[in-house]
């Protein structure tokens, strides 16, 4: 039967009955253990007694003895005769060692005083020297730098002046060009009056109303007022030039002076920096000599000191110490004699009071001894009756203590049970749901049992609470996690956070939230959640990145916030929301308003290109007309002069002459050959600027958002034409255009501004090529048309470089472009493929060969959808 | 009918034109001249940049520029009168003055700008027993390098010596080791750094004597009533200053660089990467210097005995004329 299983009453019971017999047990047993004891303790201490008196009888015979002969040789004296012959052998030699001592000593603190000073002395002498030695090397070197820094300077103010020098050429080789300039000009002011002279002259006498005299006064007056000129002319030339040259030569003299004026300064203030230097190293030299002499001979003078004070002292104190050693050698002998005296006298004294003393100190031992025998048996005997006692009382508390363990063990069987329930009771109170209590068949045992069934119970309630807590978190369509402050490391993640992540929630629990951060480290991550613990922020919400089990990246904001849970440790909880799709948008958004901005761009300078071909379509349309009317009106004045001709014929020689002559100066017959011409030449131009304004007027026209059927052929032509200056210089267009070409339903705005970007493309490709390999030929831009099935394609190619391959796949990107900055936003072929593709439900694709060129083809379905429509 | 109508607003035309012609021509003739002295520095650029962009529209002024290669050679200039204008030193503006050259100091547009480059060590504490090289002893340079060396327990001639080092021989005297420092404007300090394995070292900038060179003008131009040119000139001068900063913070001074090349010459890449990164601090705003700036400086020349006249700072001084073109300016 186990011990658990008794009942508390049967367990007292037991331990009652258990103390009695141990009690009684042991007091028998210490009874009989005393009795021995006593018994064995008296006879050995009676023994031992005995002992002692047979040893002290045996010493005090021995005693009596020594003290006997000992009288009688302290009565003889020949120990004091001894001392005395001892003291005056001691004094001897310690005269003779008073004398070597003093004298040693000062002989050697002389000699270590003199080796000091020597080594003192060599040590001073020795830095002075080198001081000295060192301090003109530094003279010597710092002089070298300062001839260097001198020879430096020398050297600069040669670059300087040479500089000087070539900069005034220079102003003075610009300062004659311009002269020249001024001769160039002044030569034709010089001509142009001699001229006007001349013309003045011709008609003048060409004049009937000048007579001879007075055209030869106007000559020689003009030609004094010319000569005046010329001279005046001359006079503020040079003045300009000598004005010019002066200034230059005084800008020369002046720098000159300057620099000689700075270098003075430059090396006199090198020099006096110099001489400074030197002048104050060597008066720190001169002083530290001096302090070093100094030194040497206070040292030498100090030494002399100290040898005549120990020589003086010397000779005092050995005097006085063989004077003091004499003295007290002597009262030492005389007092030997009277000690011996007195000792003589008390030998005799001493011998009969000792042997006296010592017959009474036997006889006291001896009566000394039977005391102590007494005592010490009585003592025994006292001694085994307070054993006995101390046994007794000993064997009884050894017993009461064992009692009281095994009733304190008895106690605990029955305390324990329910301090264990207690303890279970308040574990489940804080919420401790693991421990369990021991079953049995006791009351402890039934109770345990009962709890522990309670405890079950309890835990099963709250799994199934807690489930439904993490189920709720897993429908969650952000990501939560939480981890320990401490080590980072997660301790929950719910099912949208594992998603995220791909790692299993094991997996999971044993990272830390900075292995998927891979923008932050340890340190750095908590330094940032740490104003989240000491509460000086509730919550941070901030931008980053996950990296997930593939190693992807991927955008996200969280927003974390440390919560303390009641009675336990606090934790981090994170919110993680993947912000993709919204960065995505965002792009888009930024890609849509660059877009947009680039068309509303492009729509003012449709806006600025319709007006200004508003603006040329006026007076081109009335200088079209006059032209007409010129051509008119020369047809009637050609059938005029033709007339005139015929009349002339008809008339006689003399009364024709002036007609002719009239016919001639206005140099008809060249007129009449070249006007035509000249009237159909300005024709053809004005026409070419009504169609380039045309083309601008339909190219720039309002843009309509819905379909309608354009004849593609037209809308190249109209492109071609606006496109013009762009091409005309450097490329020949051939034209392949399919004729049973149907209708296109499409934006025909839209459609020419992709053609547009296209053929500008192609003209700054072939402009690249000639811009590299300069030639004589144009380069060619082929465009074709076709129809195949139910598509019609356009075919652009170009004579260009071609586009390498490293970018082909790029050239469809927004803002991608391979063109100087500022030349090019890189939108144009982003928008032709969106107009075609998007817009059109058409393709947009490209062949291209480096060195032979590119073709863009393009294809537009014949039926549009309500989508592209839309 | 149509023809004679042609042929008289044909004549009217032509009319209309010559007499644009004239006005213009006679506008140009009643422009003054303005001389501008210049060295090519990178500190000097807002002289440089204001001819490039406003010359075209000055309504008052013609403007020359004048190239020299030292501020020797510039004082000189300024000296002998053969230009009116020009940005110096201001130790040479007090030595001229001192001289009792007619000048007046009207202001400043530029702070920094200068580089303390030695070879292979960015510590100062190396520079003891060095010789370093200085535009002129007469320069602001000198002057702030004193100032901080001696802030730095260095003693002239025992711990450092300075020495005077024209601008186009200073690379292969230092590459020479003919000097082991040199303290000169932009871009001379990126040069040594990328031609002569120079290393900047990090000067603390000295409490005195901290503005950079001033624009001086000859008082002979300002009394000919020749100062609503200047005043024209000036408002140039701070549009410049707005257009180089904003040029190096939004454009990393390519516009400036490319401007430079036909008076300056350097390579387009020295000077980007020299204003972007603002080496030696350089800043192009304009200021007004005190009375006490000059004081200072003018306390350091007796001291180095450079000058031994003494300078009525209060005249020398008129800021009058810059005040109001700022004013101006801010107005518009």
């Given at each position: 039967m186990k011990l658990s299983a008794l009942k508390i009453g049967q367990k007292a019971l037991i331990m009652i009955i258990f103390l009695m017999v141990v009690v009684g047990s042991s007091i028998t047993v210490g009874i009989i253990m005393l009795s021995k004891t006593s018994k064995n303790t008296v006879l050995a201490s009676i023994s031992k007694k005995f002992v002692d008196i047979q040893n002290i009888s045996v010493a005090e015979f021995n005693s009596a003895e020594k003290v006997a002969r000992d009288g009688v040789a302290e009565a003889s004296g020949i120990g004091s005769l001894d001392k005395i012959s001892a003291i005056a052998l001691i004094s001897q030699k310690d005269f003779s060692q008073v004398v070597q001592n003093e004298i040693g000593e000062v002989s050697n603190n002389i000699n270590n005083m003199l080796g000091k000073q020597n080594k003192s002395t060599n040590q001073q002498l020795e830095e002075a020297l080198k001081l000295a030695a060192n301090s003109i090397s530094e003279i010597m070197a710092f002089d070298n730098h300062s001839l260097n820094i001198l020879a430096n300077e020398a050297i600069f103010d040669l670059d300087s002046q040479n500089t000087a020098s070539i900069e005034s050429l220079n102003r003075f080789a610009t300062n004659l060009a311009m002269m020249k300039e001024k001769l160039w000009a002044m030569e034709n002011e010089n001509n142009t009056d001699i001229d006007s002279l001349l013309i003045t002259l011709i008609v003048n006498f060409d004049d009937?109303?000048?007579s001879q005299e007075q055209v030869l006064d106007f000559l020689i007056t003009g030609f004094d007022a010319l000569k005046d000129k010329i001279a005046r002319r001359k006079e503020i030339f040079f003045e300009d030039v000598l004005d010019d040259f002066m200034l230059q030569e005084k800008v020369v003299g002046e720098e000159f002076r300057l620099v000689r004026r700075k270098a003075h300064y430059a090396i006199n203030r090198e020099l006096t920096s110099s001489r400074n230097i030197q002048l104050e190293k060597s008066t720190a030299i001169i002083k530290e000599l001096l302090r070093q002499q100094s030194a040497i001979s206070t040292n030498i003078n100090d030494s002399a000191d100290y040898v005549r004070k120990v020589i003086k002292r010397l000779n005092s104190t050995i005097q006085k110490k063989l004077q003091a050693r004499g003295k007290n050698t002597g009262e030492q002998i005389s007092r030997q004699v009277e000690t011996t005296k007195e000792i003589a006298r008390n030998a005799n004294n001493k011998v009969a009071e000792r042997i006296r003393l010592n017959t009474e100190k036997a006889r006291f031992h001896f009566d000394t001894v039977i005391k102590d025998s007494q005592t010490v048996i009585k003592a025994n005997l006292n001694q085994a009756t307070r054993q006995t006692i101390f046994f007794s009382i000993s064997i009884i508390l050894i017993c009461t203590g064992i009692a009281m363990a095994l009733g304190m063990a008895l106690l605990r069987a029955i305390t324990d049970p329910i301090t264990k329930v207690l303890g279970f009771a308040e574990e489940m109170s804080k919420g401790n749901l693991t421990g369990r209590l021991p079953e049995g068949k006791d009351e402890m045992g039934q109770m345990g049992g009962a709890l522990n069934t309670m405890a079950d119970e309890i835990f099963k309630l709250r799994e199934a609470q807690l489930n439904s807590f993490n189920q709720t978190l897993d429908q969650l369509l952000d990501c939560v996690f939480m981890f320990d402050p401490d080590n980072l490391q997660y301790t929950y993640v719910n099912r949208r956070a594992r998603e995220h992540t791909g790692f299993s929630s094991e997996e999971m629990m044993s990272m830390t939230t900075v292995q998927i951060k891979p923008e932050y480290t340890h340190q750095s991550f908590k330094k940032m959640i740490s104003p989240l613990i000491d509460g000086s922020i509730k919550h941070l919400t901030y931008l980053s990145e996950h990296r997930n089990k593939n190693g992807e990246q991927m955008p996200v904001e969280i927003l974390v916030q440390y919560v303390v849970p009641p009675d336990q440790k606090g934790k981090f909880v994170e919110i993680v929301r993947d912000i993709s799709e919204r960065k995505k948008a965002e792009q888009e958004k930024e890609k849509l308003q660059a877009r947009l901005l680039f068309a509303q761009k492009m729509e003012s300078v449709g806006q600025l290109a319709a007006g200004l071909a508003h603006e040329i379509n006026t007076p081109a349309q009335y200088l079209g007309s006059n032209i007409d009317f010129l051509d008119e009106a020369y047809q009637d004045i050609a059938e005029f002069m033709l007339s005139i001709q015929s009349i002339v014929q008809d008339k006689p020689l003399n009364q024709s002459a002036k007609i002719v002559a009239a016919l001639e100066l206005a140099d008809w017959d060249y007129l009449a050959e070249e006007i035509p011409s000249a009237i159909d030449q300005s024709r053809d131009g004005v026409k070419r600027v009504a169609a380039i304004v045309l083309a601008m007027k339909k190219f720039s026209h309002p843009a309509s958002t819905e379909m309608a059927p354009v004849d593609i052929n037209s809308v190249i032509a109209t492109t071609l034409t606006v496109a013009q200056s762009e091409w005309k210089d450097i490329s020949e267009i051939n034209t392949d255009y399919s004729d049973n070409l149907p209708l296109v339903p499409c934006l025909e705005h839209e459609m020419g501004q992709v053609l547009l970007n296209i053929i500008m493309n192609a003209t700054h490709a072939i402009r690249e090529v000639l811009t590299i390999q300069p030639s004589d030929q144009k380069g060619t831009i082929h465009i074709s048309t076709a129809l195949k099935k139910d598509r019609i394609e356009i075919r652009i190619g170009d004579s260009g470089p071609g586009i390498p391959e490293e970018i082909c796949a790029r050239i469809f990107d927004p803002f991608f472009t391979t063109k100087d900055v500022g030349s090019g936003i890189g939108q144009g072929l982003t928008i032709c493929h969106d107009v075609i593709?998007?817009?059109?439900?058409g393709t947009l694709d490209f062949k291209t060969e480096i060195g032979k060129g590119t073709v863009f083809i393009i294809t537009l379905p014949l039926k549009s959808t309500n989508n592209q429509l839309s | 009918m149509k023809i004679k109508h042609l042929i008289v607003s044909s004549l009217l035309f032509i009319v209309m034109i010559f007499s644009s012609v004239s006005i213009y021509a006679n506008n140009t003739s009643r422009k003054i001249l303005l001389r501008i002295g210049y060295i090519p520095l990178l500190p000097q650029l807002p002289l440089i940049v204001a001819n490039d962009r406003d010359r075209f529209n000055y309504k008052n002024i013609k403007t020359k520029l004048f190239r020299y290669s030292s501020f020797t050679s510039i004082e000189a200039a300024i000296r002998v009168n053969a230009v009116d204008v020009a940005s110096i030193p201001i130790p040479i503006a007090l030595s001229m003055a001192a001289d009792g050259i007619p000048i007046k100091i009207i202001g400043a547009f530029q702070h920094g700008g200068t580089l303390l480059v030695s070879k292979n060590?960015?510590?100062?504490?190396?520079?003891?027993?060095k010789v370093i090289g200085v535009p002129g002893l007469d320069s602001n340079e000198h002057i702030q390098l004193m100032e901080t060396l001696s802030a730095n327990s260095f003693r002239y001639g025992f711990d450092y010596t300075t020495i005077a080092i024209p601008f186009d021989s200073a690379l292969a005297n230092f590459k020479a080791d003919r000097v082991n420092a040199l303290y000169l404007p932009e871009p001379y300090g990126s040069m040594a750094i990328g031609e002569a394995n120079g290393v900047a070292v990090a000067v603390p900038a000295p409490n005195n004597c901290q503005t950079g060179n001033v624009i001086v003008v000859r008082t002979d131009f300002l009394k000919t009533g020749k100062s609503i040119a200047i005043d024209e000139w000036l408002k140039s001068i701070i549009r410049s200053c707005r257009f180089l900063e904003n040029d190096i913070d939004y454009f990393s001074a390519r516009q400036t660089a490319i401007i430079q090349?036909?008076?300056?010459?350097?390579s387009e890449v020295l000077v980007t990467s020299s204003l972007k990164e603002r080496r030696g601090g350089i800043r192009f705003a304009v200021h007004m210097p005190t009375v006490n700036t000059f004081s200072e400086y003018n306390r350091k020349l007796i001291e180095l005995k450079m000058t031994r006249s003494t300078i009525d700072l209060n005249t020398l001084l008129d800021v009058s004329l810059l005040e109001r073109a700022m004013k101006s300016a801010r107005e518009k």
């Open positions: 009937p109303a000048y593709t998007e817009k059109h439900g | 060590t960015a510590d100062i504490n190396t520079l003891k027993g090349k036909t008076s300056f010459g350097y």
